[in-house]
């Protein structure tokens, strides 16, 4: 299999980033999805281009590709999960999200990533669904200019329960924004397996003109609930075999936020199966 395989920080929460990098690297990962976060590269502390540069010296070590990842929960609001968002109603709280997405460009660029991903946020109650998206692309639009003088892309996320949460729904964001080129998509197969009417390889196919970051773990049917594999319904080999066949070549990071009390153990456990081809 030539798919390159990463797991995300988000789920190794317990550890510190460099003990975090050394077991992947040890296990024999290709990469790491790094979210920006208070206990891993907190984009919000002083010295961050030095510790920046620490993390680009390690990997450079330990021979391992990076996409940034900004799914923090709390980094910016301690109140509020994922808050404030592109989306929040005061346009100081957008701004200060779109700054957050600005860092993480430099800090992707610093790093020699692949991309930086990102989402959308829940439409606020109140506003209607027309000038949400009016919003959401306004708010970008700093974010895809940094993005595009940088030369990383920008993968936005189709995420249950946000204004943009389907495939289609990310056509209409490029739609709104006019097909900028710094724009791609981060496609999660549980999301898929989640909310698209077609079945996660086909979703692969669909989107792979824009395929700039893979996230993947096991799901059921309208439930959003990140599970590790063989705890849910996907069927893994054509999903596998669909991205080896458009020729994506970006990390496919593991993406189990709930499961950092037994992280080592899933990383592990994670790699042996997706090695394997997507079987038990």
Known sequence: MSLRLGYGTNGLTDLRLDDALALLADLGYDGVGLTLDHMHLDPMAPGLAARTRHVARRLDRLGLDVTVETGAR?????????G???LDPDPAQRAARADLLVRAVRVAADLG??????????????TDPDTAWKTLAHTLGPVL???DSAGVP???EPEPGHLLATLDDFHRLRTELGSPRSLGITLDIGHCQCLEPRPPADC???????????????????????LPFGDGEIDFPPVLAALDEVGYRGLTVVELPRHSHAGPE?????????????TP
Do not use: T
């Open 113 to 126: 990533a692949n991309a930086v991903h990102c989402f959308s946020g829940i439409r606020p109650e109140g």
């Open 84 to 86: 404030p968002s592109l």
């Open 74 to 82: 709390y980094v910016l609001d301690p109140r509020r999960k994922h």
């Open 154 to 156: 920008l993968a936005v």
């Open 266 to 278: 899933q990383a592990a456990r994670s790699l042996r199966f997706l090695r394997d081809g997507g």
């Open 204 to 226: 692969v196919r669909a989107v792979a003109p824009w395929l700039r970051h893979v996230q993947i773990e096991d799901m059921r049917r309208g439930v959003h609930e990140h």
């Open 145 to 147: 200019d940094a993005a």
